[in-house]
């Protein structure tokens, strides 16, 4: 656990401090507010019950919107297929670097999930993919497209499936 908080604080880059020293001004703000509104009781009351809802989720919101937005980036799977003589999957895709910044690093991961004829459990099959692997794709320039492939193996599921993939990028 405390590698993973030093991974994630090492990960920080300006934007997000800006976000999370914004969000907290912003909580002192409306804490200062009520405090000086304290003679209107209810009002004073919605604004420090509104702070600490904005100290609560801002930063947990903010830092998924932002990132979303700054390392935007699409996936396209073009191809899936199963080998026949070899417990595997290769999946072939392209990756398009979407933002206005130079991805250092992306990792990409595929995913492969149990198929069925009922929507809820299609639902819940996609919660717990039975199969993933993972690379890491470096120096992705921007608006640079760029194809991948992924061998997932073990593989030795013999239903039907779907692969699904998905990038993080920074």
Same mark, same amino acid.
């Given at each position: 656990?405390?590698?993973?908080?030093t991974a994630f604080l090492n990960e920080l880059i300006t934007y997000d401090y800006i976000l999370f020293s914004s969000v907290f001004m912003?909580?002192? *703000?409306? @804490? =200062? +507010?009520?405090? !000086?509104l304290r003679k209107?009781?209810? *009002?004073? @009351? =919605? +604004?420090?019950? !509104?702070?600490?809802i904005i100290l609560l989720v801002g930063p947990t919101v903010g830092y998924v919107?932002?990132?979303?937005?700054?390392?935007?980036?699409?996936?396209?799977?073009?191809?899936?297929?199963k080998l026949n003589f070899t417990q595997a999957v290769v999946v072939k895709g392209k990756i398009t670097n979407e933002s206005q910044h130079f991805f250092k690093s992306c990792k990409i991961t595929a995913s492969t999930l149990k198929v069925s004829k009922?929507?809820?459990?299609n639902y819940i099959y996609s919660f717990k993919p039975f199969a993933k692997m993972s690379i890491i794709e470096q120096d992705i320039?921007?608006?640079e497209t760029r194809e991948f492939k992924i061998i997932i193996e073990p593989?030795?599921?013999?239903?039907?499936?779907?692969?699904?993939i998905g990038a993080k990028c920074k």
């Amino acid at each position: 656990m405390k590698a993973k908080i030093t991974a994630f604080l090492n990960e920080l880059i300006t934007y997000d401090y800006i976000l999370f020293s914004s969000v907290f001004m912003l909580f002192i *703000l409306f @804490i =200062i +507010l009520g405090i !000086l509104l304290r003679k209107k009781i209810v *009002l004073a @009351i =919605i +604004l420090i019950f !509104l702070s600490f809802i904005i100290l609560l989720v801002g930063p947990t919101v903010g830092y998924v919107k932002m990132h979303d937005l700054i390392f935007k980036n699409t996936i396209e799977l073009s191809s899936q297929k199963k080998l026949n003589f070899t417990q595997a999957v290769v999946v072939k895709g392209k990756i398009t670097n979407e933002s206005q910044h130079f991805f250092k690093s992306c990792k990409i991961t595929a995913s492969t999930l149990k198929v069925s004829k009922n929507e809820l459990k299609n639902y819940i099959y996609s919660f717990k993919p039975f199969a993933k692997m993972s690379i890491i794709e470096q120096d992705i320039a921007v608006g640079e497209t760029r194809e991948f492939k992924i061998i997932i193996e073990p593989f030795t599921y013999s239903k039907d499936f779907n692969v699904s993939i998905g990038a993080k990028c920074k």
